[in-house]
């Protein structure tokens, strides 16, 4: 535990980003003293990756007390999975994508264990943040949990995922930047107060990730890839440290949680949220440049057009974002910004070609 400005914060205690890191988490948890653990996997991944973690956990006498594929979110089916684990269990780590994490990550919180988050894809910055993502009652709900004690991050693991996962998480990064922007904004309105100290943490990582070159524009560049997951790490702990989701989360993240609802087939979290970002960007007048520069160099812009997207569904969840969380104030709150969105929706050239 650190001490910030007076108030105490988690910080992950485990933190290896780079190649090859998955064959070293035998060595990583009994450095801390983690003998005796359980894995849950997503779907499919125990025949991808299922040897060489439990390779690496008998090279170093951990024992594995139960390990098994995951698919439910469903949070009574997640409280029945924690309280069955063996009382010897010293951590619970989730390898997969953003459904296990959420899983491994709340059964840990219930069960007051370490959680070590082993992301398969840097969609989203899902894996190092405090909250998951649950059904409660047939509904997607956000649950409160606790920040990962440990992230392990194989970036050759990252780089063989899908291209789409890749820019779903520069997607979810970028919205940092209109994210802050509707923070500073709802602090100057009186609906919020700034901790700054969160609001420094989330704009280094951004701009840390935005001004990266990369060779040959690849996103599957392991500098590239490095520094996406770092700073989506940093951006978790950001919400850590202010104690809510706003300097990750605002106005672009209302209208991906809206499009969820509305959508016949809602596209992955970070690509909606990326689309949204730039709108935002240019609502705000706030680094329209520098986002359609990301996105333009990153190809981000050029995979969201090959999704036969609905502008009617945008329009519709533009009107809807501020129902979903009626409690902030962000830009999106304002009925003269909505309109404002849905104008840009109608006549942006980039949107022309997206929605064509």
Known sequence: MSNVMGSRISIP??????????????????EKGLNNVVVYFGNGLIDMFGATVMDSLKENGITLLDYRELDSTN???????????????????????????????????????????IPTSASSDGFSSSSASLLVEGRRTSVPARIAYGIIVDTDVIKSAPDKFIFS?????????????????????????????????AKKAVNSFVRTTYENNSIKDDLFLRELVDSLALSGIANEIA?????????????SHALDKICKTPQLHGIQVGLATYLMSMVQEHRVKRIHKIFTDTGFFQ??????LEREEFLRAIDLAPSIKPYRHTYIHEEQYRRRAKEILMDDQVFQKIFA
């Not at 619970?92 to 491994?104: E, P, Q, R, T, Y």
């Not at 104690?243 to 209208?255: K, Q, T, W, Y």
């Open 303 to 308: 995979y969201a057009a090959t999704l036969d």
């Open 169 to 201: 998480g520069i997607g979810d990064l970028v919205s940092k930047i209109t994210a802050l922007y509707d923070w500073k904004y709802e602090d100057s309105q009186g609906y919020d107060t700034l901790n700054d100290f969160a609001m420094m943490i």
């Open 13 to 30: 205690s485990i933190l290896k980003v780079g190649n090859g890191t998955l064959q070293e988490i035998g060595k990583y948890l009994k």
């Open 75 to 117: 949070i009574d089916d997640i409280v029945e999975l924690a309280f069955r684990a063996d009382t010897k269990t010293q951590a619970i780590l989730g390898i997969g994508g953003g459904k296990v994490i959420d899983v491994a990550k709340y059964a840990s919180y219930l069960r007051k264990l370490p959680f070590i988050s």
């Open 243 to 255: 104690g809510n989701s706003a300097p990750s989360s605002g106005s672009e993240h209302l209208i």
